[in-house]
T-cell receptor, first 115, second 112 residues
Framework: DAMVIQNPRYQVTQFGKPVTLSCSQT?????MYWYQQKSSQAPKLLFH???????NEADTPDNFQSRRPNTSFCFLDIRSPGLGDAAMYLC??????????????FGPGTRLTVL | AQSVTQLDSQVPVFEEAPVELRCNYSSSVSVYLFWYVQYPNQGLQLLLK??????LVKGINGFEAEFNKSQTSFHLRKPSVHISDTAEYFC??????????FGAGTRLTVKP
């Protein structure tokens, strides 16, 4: 089945130690998104790629970076995780950034714990 | 820019009772509307969506929603809930060619 895969499902890191979260998709979608979801809150969009074009949300901290080496993979890099970065990180894809084909499909998420 | 308000943060109901989860949106242009469900420690799963056409939209797991343009609402309904419907439900809105914005979520708890 075509799907969005996130690895690992659970990640533990130390304060200040860089961490990378991975997302892959078999949907062949052009757009990939990263969201941060803190406990009992709505997902918050960090940034997205439309093909190779990177689109950062205005309030996304510089501590968060992303890479998309090819259509299938997208990575979220947190350069120096703080305690406030502990959250569920959700990857999503869509075939277009808007318009009638616009629906986002989500992966299962990676829960990040910062010690 | 669009925004979404989910009027109830928590909705407790008994098994086999009907349920309605309320969602209102704010936008000055045409919108697309979505409902997602999130089970504990999992990602979001699309329940249903309204893009155009019929205002009554049927989704998975027996859920349906009705788009009401005059009231700017997109309420989610199910005539008879099961224990397995216990989850967090998110309403989301997207203006044409804009990113999606989520509501704060409604926690549905189904009690035996």
């Amino acid at each position: 089945d075509a799907m969005v895969i996130q690895n690992p499902r659970y990640q533990v890191t130390q304060f200040g130690k860089p961490v990378t979260l991975s997302c892959s998709q078999t949907l062949n979608h052009n757009v990939m998104y990263w969201y941060q979801q803190k406990s009992s809150q709505a997902p918050k969009l960090l940034f997205h790629y439309y093909d190779k074009d990177f689109n950062n949300e205005a309030d996304t901290p510089d501590n968060f970076q992303s890479r998309r080496p090819n259509t299938s993979f997208c990575f979220l890099d947190i350069r120096s995780p703080g305690l406030g970065d502990a959250a569920m990180y959700l990857c999503a894809t869509s075939s277009a950034p808007g318009g009638p084909r616009y629906t986002q499909y989500f992966g299962p998420g990676t829960r990040l714990t910062v010690l | 820019a669009q925004s979404v308000t989910q009027l109830d943060s928590q909705v407790p109901v008994f098994e086999e009772a009907p349920v309605e989860l309320r969602c209102n949106y704010s936008s000055s242009v045409s919108v697309y509307l979505f409902w997602y469900v999130q089970y504990p420690n999992q990602g979001l799963q699309l329940l249903l969506k309204y893009l155009s056409g019929s205002t009554l939209v049927k989704g998975i797991n027996g859920f349906e929603a009705e788009f009401n343009k005059s009231q700017t609402s997109f309420h989610l309904r199910k005539p008879s809930v099961h224990i397995s419907d216990t989850a967090e439900y998110f309403c989301a809105v997207s203006e044409r060619n804009n990113d999606m914005r989520f509501g704060a979520g409604t926690r549905l708890t189904v009690k035996p």
